[in-house]
């Protein structure tokens, strides 16, 4: 199986701040990298596909980069609602591996 | 809106079965997609533990074959997991979600999660 390592695992930020959370696969996706956001009541929902597609519904401050092995989540200006847990996940390779997760928390 | 709600027992005992329920609202799971159950380990570990397509088709993560099974009741709009044997790792957040993609493997709706702990 594909291993995917975030990092940080914690990030503390403030308000309007702009934070980046990376995501390496232990081998090479070829852009096949998702990313998650997982609210504190638990609901989870999706935000990027492929890379740099935004799901539909996901405001613009959100980004998403990345090719070969190293990928990374943008958010250019944080809002309160952004405070969350983000999961990468990669679908290059059966089965979908999920990186451990990022908690972005209020500084 | 489609809507997908986990539910079933929050304690099960070790070698015992893991039964959960998925009910889906807003969309019928033989139109189209497949869907997936999705578990979170305490400390954040997210695993894919396998799918049931639209047209009833199963596909397995491979470290736990021997153990799930993952099928559907059409006319309730639900899908079901068992797992078999479990134990203390088992205790986890179970979620299910529409899932779509080459191998099923992007996942655009989740449940709320149900808890499931896993302890004599």
């Known amino acids: 199986d594909i291993q995917m390592t975030q990092s940080p695992s914690s990030l503390p930020a403030s308000l309007g701040e702009r934070v980046t959370i990376s995501c390496r696969a232990s081998?090479?996706?070829?852009?096949?990298l998702n990313w998650y956001q997982q609210k504190p009541d638990g609901t989870i929902k999706p935000l990027i596909y492929?890379?740099?597609n935004l799901q539909s519904g996901v405001p613009s401050r959100f980004s998403g980069s990345g090719s070969g092995t190293d990928y990374s989540l943008t958010i250019s200006s944080l809002e309160p609602e952004d405070f969350a847990m983000y999961y990468c996940?990669?679908?290059?390779?059966?089965?979908?591996?999920f990186g451990g997760g990022t908690k972005l928390e209020l500084k | 809106e489609i809507q997908l709600q986990e539910s079933g027992p929050g304690l099960v005992k070790p070698s015992q079965s893991l039964s959960l329920t998925c009910s889906v609202t807003?969309?019928?799971?033989?139109?189209?997609?497949?869907w997936s159950w999705i578990r979170k380990f305490p400390g954040n570990k997210m695993e894919w533990m396998g799918y049931?397509?639209?047209?009833?088709?199963?596909n397995y993560n491979p470290s736990l074959k021997i153990r799930i099974s993952i099928t559907r009741d059409t006319s309730k709009n639900q899908f079901f997991l068992q797992l078999n044997s479990v134990t203390t790792e088992d205790t986890a957040t179970y979620y299910c979600?529409?899932?779509?993609?080459?191998?099923?493997?992007?996942?655009?709706?989740w449940g709320q999660g149900v808890m499931v702990t896993v302890s004599s």
């Open positions: 979600a529409r899932s779509y993609g080459y191998n099923s493997d992007y996942f655009d709706y």
């Open positions: 807003g969309y019928t799971i033989t139109s189209g997609y497949d």
């Open positions: 049931i397509s639209n047209s009833g088709s199963t």
């Open positions: 081998q090479g996706i070829s852009n096949n």
């Open positions: 492929y890379t740099s």
């Open positions: 996940q990669q679908d290059a390779s059966f089965p979908p591996t």
